[in-house]
């Protein structure tokens, strides 16, 4: 139904439950259409509380019967929970509901996929499941029992009882009812075990679904190294006697931490050389670590509300990007972070969904899973930790869970534990959870050769936005070293603490005018503006020591070059080519950084460039002057990378591991370039002997770009139609690769397929996030892309609102763009906002992105 009256929610409003829970126990008959959730709950006052209003949540929900004491009561019921008269002291409450699990098409609450019971909580689903006060600040005990004619029952904690169709399972780690979670079906389990640094025994099993049992191993392993890195790096052990992971075919999003039940996506869990990619493998790790850390950061420490939720999730992000960075190159991690970062945290934070790390209203929680909430939200911590040093970072997080272990905690308790570690201020450091949009960092020179003195002259200055109209200086770490003119360095890192709009700092006695490299390692999320000539960025890029800089300096030039491209028409910029081609050939250095100096900006960054600096981006200028560039790239280095295909092509048996993963890649985008200049017969061969889908996609990627990949495609879909997460990327490297002209028809011919099930969030984030994120073919000058995506908007937002919602934010750069594209674009926001029953979710996001 639509929400007459969308509810606006401030942090401001704050205010505790009036009431505490005691104890919960659940008992669920399961069934398809009609599932009875029963529930016991000791509540007593919460006598800190002032208000005492007795209100449960719950939604889409059926009341069979209630009762206080064990005498029967009728509640005042809404369609958002209910109310009723309470005694003064510790009570009762019981309550018998049905829900429909099989009708829940939303993933959201308990829903069924592909046969099996599975629950999504997280931020307010447990709501659809009982009336309870669904609430993060609200902790209690839960016991569970199953009744289902299923072989697998699951729940979070440790199990007590297991019977014929029927389990019971207790968690004796007070938790927040989104921690919850359920799942029941018939499942195989792959099992292993894990003693942690105490001694104590873990029990490990990965749920899937008969026939996946051959994807578990590389998740379990994965799993054992968090836990393991967790005890090393953070010194957190984990707390139950069994560790459950479930692997869901239907899910909105990655995965989620449930206390000792984490429920995965599918894609984000089940791995196996011949159908997964390397980035596949990786992104498994780090999402399993994710969800592992959060056993401590989220579940032992959760947040007193939902405004905190980058407590968890930056907190979180942090670790696992820590982690991945032990795991594999450092280097190579804070690269591919820092173009995730620009390519999707900063459009957000520069246009109308902008919004503060720490937000201070919303309509619909589920719309701030947001990569500022998650990617800035570990920026924030990253500068944290660069401003007071590793080892007061460490001896601050040791006290933030000796003092917050069991708290449902906030932003100011976290910084709390800083102040209190480090006597630092962090008054004005904390504007970075509180105001939105992305600083702008210009940089000047002066050099005084009489002196032997080098100053930076730093500006901040951040854009005024709805969320944040007067945005005030932050604190920016910024870590600088100098280079000499032959490339060897003079100055070595150090971090400048900028805290002014604008500030100078001088190096002294040099022999002569260095050149800086500014901004190492990405030390703060800004936008740079340094104004070095090409010689200079020249030396950087063959020389400068730190390897976030020095691949920074490349993809400077490139962008230069591309602008320059798209704006003048002029041939790609032969000096950086020159000097990148040098840099392809050291063999000094990893393959997987190699393969990172061959990547361009995207699309959409150049687009951002553009209207940041005044222009409006033409899509198709953009997709053409990339065309030209690649073309160049593989024309002036097509014996480099021939060598390097030949040299560095990976004949052992594989392994997802960093090494051989970062040759594929290198390989891989040498293969890519090749196939412009030498023919589609080494992408072919490629094809034709690949055993791991790494090299079998790739190569059906650089065939279907040449426009020779029909017969492969036939092939790659006869040999995997059953395998619906390789049929994924079938549906979506179509769209990827398509001509800008046909992105959207390829998109809408795919959508006819017989294995188009659109009401899976992966089959049709498949098909359309490849269609949002082909730049050129969304933006089509037709119309066409616009006009696919909202009507199959407007088809699924009463199915899945919140996927729906999420995939709004394909329009959020409409304003970037002339007048005719704003205009289709605005036809088909209002198409969609005509809907007459808009969720609460797309509502929101689309009234945010029209403005
Ligand atoms: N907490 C989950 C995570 O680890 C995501 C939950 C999203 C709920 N809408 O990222």
């Known amino acids: 139904m639509r929400d007459a009256t969308p509810q606006t929610i401030y942090l401001s409003d704050y205010q505790p439950f009036g009431f505490l829970v005691d104890e919960v126990a659940l008992t669920f008959d399961l069934d398809p259409h009609k599932t009875r959730v029963r529930s016991r709950i000791a509540f007593r006052r919460n006598l800190a509380v002032e208000s005492a209003e007795f209100f449960l949540h719950g939604e889409q929900l059926t009341l069979i019967s209630a009762q206080i004491d064990g005498k029967p ?61 669904d609430r993060p600040d609200v902790m209690s005990v839960f016991t569970v029992t199953i009744n289902g004619p299923h072989p697998v029952l699951l729940s979070n904690g440790n199990p007590v009882a297991q019977g014929q169709n029927h389990a019971e399972w207790h968690d004796p ?28 025994e873990v029990d490990l099993n990965l749920y899937v679904r008969p026939g996946d049992e051959g994807k578990c191993a590389f998740g379990m392993e994965a799993l054992k190294a968090s836990m393991k890195w967790d005890e090393d790096v953070y010194g957190r052990e984990y707390d139950l ?27 984000a869990v089940l791995a196996s050389p011949e159908t997964s990619t390397d980035d596949n493998f990786e992104r498994i790790e780090a999402i399993i670590a994710h969800e592992y850390f959060h056993n401590w ?101 040791d006290l933030y869970f000796e003092r917050h272990d069991g ?45 032997g003195a080098f100053t930076l002259t730093l500006t901040q200055h951040t854009p005024p936005s709805t969320a944040t109209p007067k945005p005030e200086p932050l604190v920016l770490p910024i870590t600088v070293g100098l280079i000499g003119e032959d490339g060897a360095e003079v100055v070595p890192s150090r971090v400048l603490e900028m805290t002014e709009a604008k500030q100078s700092f001088t190096f002294d006695g040099l022999d002569a005018r260095p050149v800086a490299s500014v901004l190492r390692g990405f030390s703060a999320p800004v936008v740079l503006a340094h104004d070095l000539s090409k010689q200079e960025r020249l030396l950087l890029l063959a020389h400068d020591s730190d390897p976030f800089n020095r691949w920074e300096a490349g993809r400077t030039l490139a962008r230069q070059s591309l602008l320059a491209t798209i704006t003048e028409g002029s041939a790609p910029d032969a000096e950086w080519l020159g000097a990148l081609q040098a840099v392809l050939s050291d063999e000094a250095l990893e393959p997987a950084y190699r393969a990172l100096m061959l990547g361009l900006p995207s699309h959409a960054d150049l687009a951002n460039t553009l209207y940041d600096t005044g222009n409006t981006p033409d899509p198709a200028a953009i997709h053409d002057a990339v ?144 269609l949002a994120t082909h730049h050129a073919g969304f933006h089509h000058e037709s119309g066409k892309g616009y006009a696919l995506l909202a009507d199959w908007l407007i088809k699924l937002d009463p199915v899945n609102p919140q996927t729906t919602a999420r995939m709004c934010s394909a329009f959020q750069t409409w304003r970037r763009y002339d007048a005719a594209r704003q205009e289709m674009i605005q036809t088909q926001l209002d198409r969609i906002l005509a809907s007459p029953t808009l969720s609460r979710d797309t509502s929101e996001m689309l009234s945010r992105i029209r403005g």
């Open 407 to 451: 708290d449902a905690a906030t932003i100011e308790d976290w910084l709390k534990v800083f102040e209190d570690t480090t006597g630092r201020d962090l008054t004005q450091f904390k504007r970075w959870y509180s105001q939105a949009g992305t600083p702008r960092l210009a940089v000047t020179e002066a050099w005084d050769a009489g002196k």
């Open 73 to 133: 009561i009728t509640p005042e019921v809404t369609d958002r929970g209910l109310t009723c008269d309470v005694p003064d002291g510790p009570f009762i409450w019981e309550a018998e509901v049905e829900i429909d699990p099989k009708g829940n098409t939303a993933l959201e609450g308990l829903y069924m996929s592909g046969g099996m019971y599975c629950t999504q909580c997280e931020a307010e689903g447990f709501r659809k499941i009982t009336y309870y006060p």
């Open 627 to 770: 065309e030209a560039t690649r073309d160049a790239m593989a024309q002036a280095f097509a014996s480099t990378l021939s060598g390097l295909y030949d040299r560095h092509v990976v004949n052992a048996p594989y392994q997802p591991n960093a090494e051989q993963s970062g040759k594929r890649a290198l390989t891989n985008a040498a293969l890519a370039l090749l196939t412009r200049v030498q023919g589609p017969e080494r992408a072919q061969a490629q094809y034709d002997q690949a055993d791991n889908m790494t090299q079998q996609l790739s190569a059906l990627a650089a065939l279907l770009r040449a426009g020779h990949g029909d017969k492969a495609l036939a092939e790659f879909e006869a040999q995997w139609r059953d395998d619906r997460l390789v049929m994924d990327k079938w549906f979506g490297l179509q769209v990827s690769q398509a001509a800008p002209e046909q992105a959207a028809e390829v998109a809408q011919k795919l959508t006819q397929h017989t294995n188009f099930n659109w009401k899976n969030p992966n089959r049709f984030r498949a098909v359309f996030g490849s």
């Open 297 to 397: 950061t989220g579940n032992r420490i959760t947040c007193r509300d939902w405004f905190q939720l980058c407590l968890k999730e930056g907190l979180t992000v942090y670790r696992d990007s820590q982690f991945t960075s032990d795991m594999r190159s450092p280097a190579v991690k804070r690269i591919s972070d820092v173009i995730d970062l620009r390519g999707r945290q900063f459009a957000e934070d520069q246009g109308p969904l902008a919004h503060p790390v720490r937000p201070e209203s919303f309509q619909e929680i589920n719309n701030f899973y947001t990569a500022t909430i998650y990617e800035k939200g570990a920026e924030v911590i990253g500068m944290l930790k660069t401003l007071v040093g590793d080892d007061a970072y460490a001896k601050a997080l």
């Open 173 to 200: 780690w007070p938790k927040p009812a989104y921690l919850f979670a359920l799942v029941a079906g018939d499942l195989v389990a792959h099992s292993d075990r894990f003693s942690t640094m105490s001694g104590r």
């Open 241 to 267: 006697d069994i560790f459950n992971i479930v692997a869901v075919d239907d899910f909105n999003m990655g995965a989620m931490e449930n206390k000792g039940l984490n429920i995965f996506n599918s894609a």
